[in-house]
């Protein structure tokens, strides 16, 4: 380090270091303020089942999701970030639509959609102003009554060497009552 006439020292290295961890910092995670994904329309629609048992597990499906941005990007992550007392996610897994499309509802544990088919890996990459046909499903335990849905759909996604966070409106109502035969 270098002596300056006041008698202080200056810090060329602690000012480049800090330099560039604040560049890396802004590179490697942002406020949180994505906007490149979309619901696609899916958003907003409410989504129900009547029928569950406590005890019991569920696949709620979440929104498929599209890019409308100019750029390529890859989702790392899906969560629901609201989960009302009496349920519990126990897991998340990424779902093929296939040839019929997104299926949209909740599926007891063991059914399967004819459509839906578990895809290897956890992130799903988007082209630039294109849609997905892999989209995030949880695993819904029915832990007790339940009086408030499951919303707020929240996903990391990185674009470039930034990551993201963004959330889309997902609304999910799940309640006890009478089950329904399972087929499957």
């Known amino acids: ?3 300056s006439k006041s008698g202080r020292r200056s810090r060329p290295f602690a000012a480049a270091a ?16 994505g906007t490149a994904l979309d619901g696609a329309g899916q958003g907003s629609n409410l989504v129900g089942y009547e029928h569950t048992q406590v005890g019991k597990e569920y696949w709620v499906t979440m929104p ?3 890019n409308h941005s100019g750029k390529p990007l890859t989702v790392l992550s899906a969560e629901i970030a609201h989960v009302p007392a009496g349920l519990r996610v126990t897991g998340y897994r990424v779902v093929s639509a296939g040839a019929g499309g997104h299926v949209i509802g909740v599926i007891p544990v063991g059914v399967t959609a004819d459509n839906a088919r578990p895809h290897k890996g956890s992130s799903i990459q988007i082209k630039a ?7 995030y499903e949880a695993r819904v335990k029915v ?3 339940v009086h408030s849905d499951l919303t707020n759909c929240r996903y990391e996604y990185r674009q470039g060497s930034t990551t993201y966070h963004e959330d889309i409106g997902c ?3 799940i309640r006890l009552g009478e089950a329904l035969p399972v087929e499957g």
Do not use: K, N
Not at 18 to 33: P, R, Y
Not at 129 to 135: I, N, R, W
């Open 171 to 173: 609304d999910t109502r």
């Open 18 to 33: 800090f330099l560039a961890l604040s560049a890396a910092v802004l590179t490697s995670c942002s406020d949180g303020g």
């Open 143 to 145: 832990t007790g009554a």
């Open 64 to 66: 498929e999701m599209s």
């Open 129 to 135: 102003h294109d849609s997905s046909d892999l989209y």
């Open 1 to 3: 380090m270098s002596s």
